[in-house]
């Protein structure tokens, strides 16, 4: 048989160093993912949340969506006449 060439080598090598820098990278970010649901499980869950500071005495009801009209038919059978 025949040595595979230089080229073909190294092409195969560098296919091998990607797959490996791949499985480093995924480790990586799963270690990163543990250590963050560690810190939630030893702080617990709710540790980041702040209370809002009211500044005003007077509660303001926040405003909603106001749809627009638009009926399916008229509610009237006719327009009104003036007297």
């Known amino acids: 048989m025949s040595a595979k060439s230089p080229k073909v080598a190294s092409k195969n090598q ?4 990607n ?3 791949e499985v480093k990278n995924k480790v990586a ?5 543990a250590e963050k649901v560690k810190s939630k499980i030893l702080n ?3 540790v980041g949340r702040v209370r809002k500071v009211r500044t005003t005495p ?3 009801r926040p405003t ?3 749809a627009i009209r638009s009926p399916k038919y008229e509610r009237s059978s ?3 006449e003036n007297k």
Not at 14 to 17: A, E, N
């Open 64 to 66: 909603t969506y106001k």
């Open 19 to 21: 797959k490996k820098k």
């Open 58 to 60: 007077k509660f303001r």
């Open 29 to 33: 970010s799963k270690s990163k993912i």
């Open 78 to 80: 006719s327009t009104r």
């Open 14 to 17: 560098s296919k091998v160093d």
């Open 44 to 46: 617990g869950a709710h």
